[in-house]
């Protein structure tokens, strides 16, 4: 499965969305087609060629390409440069429009009635009628364009509306000129200016959305900005400076104080301290000897360092960080799919109104009534045009996606974007979400004849092959006092209670009370003293050499600094945190208190978190699920929404809708905050678009007439509308100074 990005043109409002979306899908081996109609963008995964996409875009009645850029800032620049030719072309049609309309406004305003009564008056006109059908065609082209492919697929959107509404009122003023006697006396007003207005007031309204549009690609523009262009690379003992795009799996790559670091790699040489803010959030620089990681776009901030790459180009983090977020700005929450749908009916129905609308006033309205009747109609096909209704959701998701990755937050799609801020239950992990995940040995109770290190000797052995947190810490332990461990067989992980191995002819055991129960090993004098290690949130495990308990050892994992400050803040915001963990009871007691949650769940087996996220839902419950780790995998797919600790497992990461980039929950209260504002953001986009329109059609049609005498004009239908797409742009726009209160 490949997946496209078409960049589209010809699409004018929200009902040419679902028409695209529509004629992709229909596309024998199309697997999904979203369209992001603030970027005029369309992401397609299929197994089909381009070129058969873009044949399906355009007999739907759209324009559509594929960026020829290499590089993803080549492709922001390509469409950057391409946004700004179509706003110098928009300024240009609106002065065209303007410089005609503007005068024959005042003329109305201040001379009066635009009539056609003498000869003379009907040669001027014609003039002007000819001048403004040049308006039509120069400035008004992609207007009548757009109307005419969508008529020729059976269908309707904005340009339709323009198109009818302007060129309505230049054909019966150019009746009125030609053949003034066919029409009443009274009726003999021209409209010459109500169609250069409309033209110019809407491609002055489609140019400044263009222009502020702009604005929400920022936060791609600032992660691509972190890419290092250059990287200094040690070939045949010489030091050489390459691009990053010739850069090799396992080259060696020297960096220097205040150096960007160029792709990720391992460090096999040196020390310092990195930079990582812009990726993480995390403002402390964090230090990095041999064998530490290091991540593409953040910076060297003291010590010269050596390291091997270990991925390059589009497997980088931040590449795919920036693949993630622009995948997320271009998917639509259910809110706006929902807008889509709306939208796909309405033109249609408005052009029903329009009609309807001059029936009544032919038939009911005073003389002269085709006057009337053509005024309405039109004012009624200006101002319901719907434009306003297609950016009201794209815009908001993109600055809030951007927001959010501002933040080290990354949001995987619309949808968890709009769930994150339904949420009423967190479930969290406790190793490495809650704590640190990097725990330390702090008890060895021998509980037979060996030593200390001898039994250190045979758990680090046992242990050696295990990247669990726990074992971890107690390899670390014996490397610590320089115990080396030896090769084990016969090794065997017991899910949900420990490991098993052979050394040296001796079974070794080692796990929780439940693995020690179950093989009959007696451990009834060690259960107060491992209770009592438990309740000082440390975690006890028993050890058993050939049956026989031989000693329990006592790891603790440090409580992460501000866990206890972020858990208060989604309390605060009434939400019910929840710790689950395959920790025993008194370790996630004596936590669970520390963090300051009530509600804990221990001993869970991997495959009962998903289970118990299961039951929260079940009782009603918007469930989201932290964690960091592989047996958080099926919780975290599970969850209405999943939430992966960045700097655990690349499994728990793909599993997860939202990931977080620094290790601290303060990013769970940050997300659920941004999704939260851009929710409300779109509805505000939403009611003001739908408002507009709705309220917008009536007075339109002429209902405040036969009370006080008010019929609204074309031309101010024709301004309201270009700048009710501004509003929803500006609004939109607002997020971007948005900042989640740590409190």
């Known amino acids: 499965m490949i997946e496209h990005e078409l960049i589209i043109d010809g699409a004018s409002c929200a009902s040419c969305v679902s028409k695209i979306e529509k004629a992709l899908l229909s596309v024998s081996g199309v697997h999904s087609a979203e369209m992001n109609f603030a970027q005029r963008t369309v992401q397609v995964k299929t197994n089909v060629d381009v070129t058969t996409l873009i044949q399906a875009v355009e007999k739907a009645g759209y324009n559509a390409k594929v960026s020829t850029s290499g590089s993803e800032e080549e492709a922001l620049d390509e469409k950057e440069q391409a946004d700004w030719q179509y706003y110098k072309k928009l300024m240009r049609d609106m002065t065209l429009a303007l410089v005609l309309g503007v005068p024959l406004m005042i003329y109305s305003l201040v001379v009066g009635e635009m009539t056609v009564n003498t000869d003379t008056e009907r040669l001027v006109w014609l003039i002007i ?22 008529f020729k697929n059976h269908s309707a959107n904005m340009d339709t509306l323009i198109a009818l509404g302007t060129g309505t009122a230049w054909l019966y003023s150019m009746v009125v000129v030609f053949a003034p006697e066919i029409v009443p006396l009274m009726a003999r007003h021209v409209y010459f200016e109500a169609t250069a207005m409309i033209i110019g007031l809407i491609n002055l309204g489609l140019a400044l959305e263009v222009k502020a549009r702009g604005k929400t690609s920022e936060a791609i523009k600032r992660l691509i900005g972190l890419q290092a262009k250059t990287a200094r690379v040690i070939r045949d003992d010489k030091d050489i400076d390459i691009p990053i ?31 990582e803010s812009m990726l993480t ?15 593409a776009g953040t910076i060297n901030k003291s010590g010269s360092i050596v390291f091997k790459a270990t991925r390059v180009g589009k497997d980088t983090a931040l590449a795919q960080i920036i693949n993630m977020v622009k995948r997320a700005q271009n998917s639509k929450p259910p809110i706006g799919r929902l807008a889509d749908v709306i939208s796909a009916y309405f033109v249609p129905v408005v052009m029903i109104i329009a009609v309807l609308s001059a029936l009544v006033w032919l038939n009911f ?7 009337y009747a053509m005024v309405s109609a039109t004012t009624v096909l200006i101002i319901a045009c719907p434009c306003a209704l297609g950016l009201a959701t794209p815009m908001s998701v993109m600055v809030g996606v951007g927001k959010a990755a501002e933040a080290g937050v990354l949001i995987r799609n619309g949808e968890a974007l709009q769930t994150a801020s339904k949420i009423t239950t967190m479930v969290l992990d406790k190793t490495g979400t809650i704590t640190e995940g990097a725990p330390k040995v702090t008890d060895i109770i021998v509980a037979g004849s060996q030593t200390e290190d001898e039994i250190l000797l045979l758990v680090a052995s046992l242990e050696a092959g295990s990247e669990h947190p726990l074992a971890m810490a107690i390899v670390e332990s014996a490397a610590d006092k320089g115990i080396s461990p030896k090769k084990v067989t016969d090794f065997a992980s017991l899910s949900g209670m420990g490991v098993e191995a052979t050394l040296q002819n001796k079974k070794l055991l080692f796990g929780n009370e439940k693995l020690m129960k179950q093989q009959g090993i007696a451990i009834d004098k060690f259960v107060d003293k491992a209770q009592q290690l438990a309740a000082e949130a440390k975690t006890p495990m028993y050890f058993a050499v050939d049956a026989e308990l031989a000693a329990v050892i006592a790891v603790a994992d440090p409580i992460k600094s501000d866990s206890i400050e972020a858990i208060k803040r989604l309390q605060n915001n009434g939400i019910r945190v929840v710790m689950l963990t395959g920790d025993n009871r008194m370790t996630a007691h004596a936590v669970a208190g520390k963090v300051g949650i009530t509600d804990f769940v221990a ?8 289970k118990k996220v299961a039951e929260y839902q079940a009782n009603g419950e918007i469930v989201g699920m932290t964690g ?13 929404v999943g939430f992966a600790i960045g700097t655990g497992t690349d499994v728990a990461i793909e599993s997860a809708d939202i990931t977080l980039m620094r290790g601290s929950l303060h990013g769970l209260a940050d997300a659920i905050a941004v999704s939260k504002a851009t929710l409300t953001n779109i509805k505000q986009n939403l009611f003001g678009a739908f408002i507009y329109n709705i309220a917008g059609v009536p007075f339109a049609a002429g209902v405040l007439y036969p009370f006080f005498g008010l019929l609204l004009s074309p031309v101010i239908a024709g301004a309201a509308m270009a700048f009710s797409s501004l509003t929803v742009v500006t609004n939109a726009n607002r997020l971007r100074f948005f900042k989640a209160k740590e409190h």
């Open 281 to 295: 959030g995390e403002p402390m620089p964090v230090e990095k000897s041999k064998g530490g990681q290091v991540v």
């Open 603 to 610: 001993e869970v087996m991997p495959e009962d978190k998903a």
């Open 628 to 640: 960091d780790g592989i047996n958080d995998a099926p919780a975290l797919a599970h969850a209405n």
């Open 245 to 275: 795009e010739d850069v090799l799996l396992n080259d060696l790559i020297r960096v220097r104080p205040g150096e960007r670091i160029s792709v990720d790699g391992d460090v096999v040489e040196g020390h310092t301290s990195i930079d």
């Open 365 to 371: 309205g005073p003389s002269p009534a085709i006057a």
């Open 129 to 150: 009628g000819l001048l403004t059908l040049g308006v039509m065609v120069f400035a008004g082209k992609h207007f009548y364009n757009g109307a005419w492919n969508s």
